[in-house]
């Protein structure tokens, strides 16, 4: 990733609108040709973020760069990025055929290459013949193909797209993940994707900024994001999982013993960090990484009752409530097997599943935000 | 019974709606009768004739009136719908202070009276000496033709997709070229009706060109009612006759216009 180069650096911006701190010393660098989705909870400044980028805000500090160029006092018609805006923006008035060819118009280009070339991206995505339609014949994915059409055909650097499929139906969402992750790859555009969906940034995206409140809370991989989610709000945000409110209280190596409200058990020291003793954590585990047996487990101690059963698909969720009331879930294939409704079990884990997280910082910045905002 | 009763009052609502269009056809149709009448008194129809019709070009002071009429009908058209249009732009894109304010100045000049108004241009008319004539007509109409202008973009203006013009700067189209490739457009319908009723509003005014217009510079309203002090003659209702078919016709081929698939 190092050697790749940087196409849009963001460097310390923040956003504020009247009273309200939208975008917090935001620091992120994106390089050619990825695919980052900015993924967090509707509120948190994403599209305000992208909007910096395409030019329709000015940061209120720090600075953006796209190619190495300042341009955060550039109009959006300077901008060499497009946008694919989270409502289409079609123009009304206008077939297909106009709506695709705009940028180039606005460019001045030769009328048999703006035909050659709305056609060629009409074929892209699949709307061949749907030239002198209006917006208001298209059905909503037809109208979203249209939208990223207008937008690559004047072949941007970096492509922004604001939760382009957050109106589509679930079915024709997955369809259309696939189809622009394939388009992404063929032409090789750094795409900058909005989402709140975590699923749908999991499935797409080369990295994830996964975002909490204007706060940039994690960069990384999808794989890294869901197996080492660095805050609280990360590992309770992506996929689902068990978090434990925990102590560190014995470290030998990289095995230390956690100390849990109810119980205790154990986990992984990261390496390189240092805990002072008896520092609060948080412990996550994944449902799918809580192990269960009759026995009790050396260096485990947490009992539970199994309360309730879902099948969802070929999965198993299992409900098990410990002493404190916590419901910690379990889930596995419906091949595998799962404790049973009523039973008294034993919980554990390899000690390399479980994620600790520093809850300092994080909390004390949760509690004055909570507190500024009248506890959201 | 009940089935009796239902159909009564079905009949009845009936017959009032066909009272309601005689009632406002009926004086229309009177002046259509009267305008092919061999009489020159307007009390019996005596017999069918195109005479007033064939003498009307010969009417001079009453086309001159009807020239003046189209020709400040048209330019103050135009001027009120090109200073409504941007002003409603305008104050629906920028938000500022006191801009409630200016909506409810704009209210204003629609609810006064029309001889307040009237009056207070003739005031303005004298105090900077603007000549009494065309052109103070044409200020006077377009003045009180361009808060209804605004009214009809507000109400097109308030469905309008911002993001739309986005769409276009982000596409690289400049301020200007995104206005007049795409906002102006899209808002079309409200600047077109807003146009016609301020063509409308000129045509039949009557109260303000009167404290308005100079000697030499009568319109077809003041002119019939000047005439009406000496008895209106059938070629009034000629050429009224003709003015109500081209106003049908205009409203029919509009009407016909707006069915077009293109939504905004
Ligand atoms: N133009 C604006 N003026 C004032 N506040 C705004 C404006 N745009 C966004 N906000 C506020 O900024 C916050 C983040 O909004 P947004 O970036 O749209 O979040 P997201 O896209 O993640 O849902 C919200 O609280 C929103 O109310
Ligand atoms: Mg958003």
């Not at chain 2, 104050?91 to 006064?112: A, E, H, N, T």
Request: glycine share 8%; net charge neutral; charged share 20%.
């Amino acid at each position: 990733m190092e050697e790749r180069r940087a196409i849009v650096e963001i460097k310390n911006v923040n956003k504020i609108f009247g009273e309200n701190h939208v975008v917090h010393d935001l620091d992120l660098t994106i390089y050619e040709g990825e695919f980052l989705t900015m993924l967090g909870p509707s509120g948190c400044g994403k599209t305000t973020i992208l909007r910096m980028i395409g030019g329709f805000e000015e940061p209120s500090g720090g600075q953006i760069l796209v190619e190495g160029e300042r341009v955060e006092e550039k109009e959006p018609f300077e901008r060499n990025v497009n946008t694919v805006f989270q409502s289409y923006a079609l123009f009304p008035h206008m077939d297909i055929f106009n709506n695709v060819a705009y940028g180039l118009k606005m460019k001045k280009v030769k009328k048999e290459e703006i035909s050659r070339r709305v056609k060629e991206m009409l074929a892209l995505v699949q709307l061949n013949g749907f030239e002198k339609r209006y917006p208001s014949q298209l059905s909503g994915g037809q109208k979203q193909r249209v939208a990223i059409a207008r937008a690559l055909i004047n072949r941007p650097k970096v492509l922004l797209l604001d939760e382009p499929l957050g109106a589509l139906d679930l079915k024709l969402r997955k369809e259309m993940q696939l189809e622009l992750k394939n388009l992404q790859k063929k032409l090789g555009i750094t795409f900058v994707y909005v989402t709140h969906d975590q699923e749908e940034a999991l499935a797409m995206s080369d990295r994830i900024a996964v975002m909490n409140q204007g706060y940039l809370d994690q960069l990384d991989t999808p794989e890294k994001v869901y197996e080492k989610p660095v805050t609280r709000f990360v590992a309770d945000f992506i996929g689902e999982s068990n978090i434990f409110e925990a102590t560190m209280s014995e470290i030998t190596g990289n095995t230390a013993s956690i100390g849990l409200e109810v119980g205790y058990a154990l986990g992984l020291a990261e390496e390189g960090v240092t805990y002072a003793p008896s520092e609060m954590v948080y412990a996550c585990v994944r449902p799918e990484k809580v192990l269960f047996s009759q026995e009790t487990i050396e260096g485990f101690n947490i009992k539970g009752v199994v309360r309730e059963q879902i099948y969802v698909g070929n999965i198993i969720k299992s409900n098990v409530i410990i002493a404190n009331g916590q419901t910690v879930k379990i889930s596995r294939l419906d091949i595998d097997e799962v404790p049973k409704v009523g039973e008294r079990i034993n919980l554990y884990w390899n000690s390399d599943d479980v994620v600790i997280m520093k809850s300092r910082g994080y909390q004390i910045r949760s509690v004055i935000e909570n507190a500024s905002l009248g506890g959201n | 019974m009940r089935n009796r009763r239902k159909k009564f009052g079905s009949v009845l609502s009936n017959i009032y709606s066909y009272l309601v269009y005689l009632f406002l056809y009926l004086p229309i149709f009177v002046v259509l009768l009267f305008s092919f009448n061999t009489s020159k008194r307007n009390i019996v129809f005596e017999g069918f004739t195109f005479e007033w019709y064939l003498r009307l070009p010969d009417n001079d002071s009453l086309l001159n009136a009807y020239g003046n009429t189209l020709f400040v009908g048209c330019i103050s058209t135009v001027i009120a719908t090109v200073i409504g249009t941007l002003a409603s732009y305008g104050m629906s894109k920028y938000k500022f202070k006191g801009k409630g304010i200016i909506d409810i100045l704009l209210y204003i000049p629609v609810v006064i009276p029309e001889i307040v108004l009237g009056i207070s241009l003739l005031a303005i008319f004298n105090l900077s000496n603007v000549p009494m004539g065309l052109t103070s007509l044409i200020i006077a109409h377009a003045t009180f033709s361009i808060p209804f202008v605004v009214f009809t973009v507000n109400a097109r203006l308030a469905g309008f997709d911002r993001s739309v013009e986005e769409a276009a700067m982000d596409l690289g189209a400049g301020r200007l070229k995104t206005f007049f490739t795409v906002t102006l457009p899209i808002i079309m319908p409200g600047v077109i009706s807003g146009a016609f009723l301020a063509f409308t509003l000129s045509v039949d005014d009557i109260i303000i060109s009167f404290f308005t217009t100079g000697p030499g510079s009568n319109t077809f309203p003041l002119k019939v009612m000047e005439l009406t002090k000496t008895g209106v003659t059938p070629d009034v209702y000629a050429l009224t006759t003709i003015v109500f078919i081209v106003t049908v016709a205009v409203t029919f081929l509009s009407q016909r216009d707006k069915k077009k698939p293109v939504k905004g």
